[in-house]
């Protein structure tokens, strides 16, 4: 596809399970971004990578949250021991370069009961 | 880090001028983006600006002042497809590969009646 690409678009899960969430970006784009946004808020920051590498996982609010990017493409958000608190929409963005405009997927929203 | 603010909502009519104000405190600021997001969709990109000044593309123009740490998006000839929320973002500590990390607003959310 054209754009980024997200899946699943929805995840319900029970508290303390774990989930994953793919992300696959632009074709070519090096740099990779997670987001999850809250209603009536703005993105908040997780995670970019650079290639494979994590340049900057500041946001990452706890050890609970992991992602990979193991080829340099595609990237799995990984949440373990679910909390409700997580549940959230979580966008990926990818660019060309880390220095250009950002293009956002649809997003996944988990839901955790 | 950074505080960003913004108005929650703001109202206006079809074919009128609506100006959305945002603030910023940072520490390293680098640039200032605005994206627009409608309900249930993904933010798409409108502008950025890193220098002082006005940067126009079409109905859409975004100033800056670095001085002030003040932003402000300005939506012409509204149209009602521009009901949406406005995010404004700021990055900081640019290096050769860490502009991308973007600080967000909670967004204004405009309304466009007819």
């Known amino acids: 596809g054209a754009g980024v690409s997200q899946t699943p678009s929805n995840k319900v899960t029970e508290k303390g399970k774990y989930v994953e969430l793919r992300c696959d970006p632009i074709s070519g784009h090096t740099a990779l971004y997670w987001y999850r946004q809250s209603l009536g808020q703005g993105p908040e920051f997780l995670i970019y990578f650079q290639g494979t590498g994590a340049a900057d996982d500041s946001g990452l609010p706890n050890d609970r949250f992991f992602a990979v990017r193991p080829e340099g493409s595609v990237s799995t958000l990984k949440i373990q021991r679910t909390e409700r608190g997580d549940s959230a929409v979580y966008l990926c963005a990818s660019s060309p370069r880390s220095n250009n405009e950002q293009f956002f997927g649809p997003g996944t929203r988990l839901t955790v009961l | 880090g950074q505080n960003i603010d913004q108005p929650t909502e703001m109202t206006a009519t079809e074919g009128a001028i609506v100006q959305i104000n945002c603030t910023y405190q940072t520490s390293g600021f680098n640039g200032l983006f605005w994206y627009q997001q409608h309900a249930g969709e993904a933010p798409t990109f409108l502008s950025y600006n890193v220098l002082d000044g006005l940067e126009e593309k079409g109905r859409f123009s975004s100033f800056l002042s670095r001085s002030k740490g003040y932003s402000y998006l300005l939506l012409k000839e509204l149209q009602m497809k521009d009901s949406a929320s406005y995010l404004c973002?700021?990055?900081?500590?640019?290096?050769?590969?860490?502009?991308?990390?973007?600080?967000f607003g909670a967004g204004t959310q405009v309304v466009v009646t007819p």
């Open positions: 973002a700021s990055s900081e500590n640019m290096t050769t590969d860490s502009w991308g990390k973007l600080q």
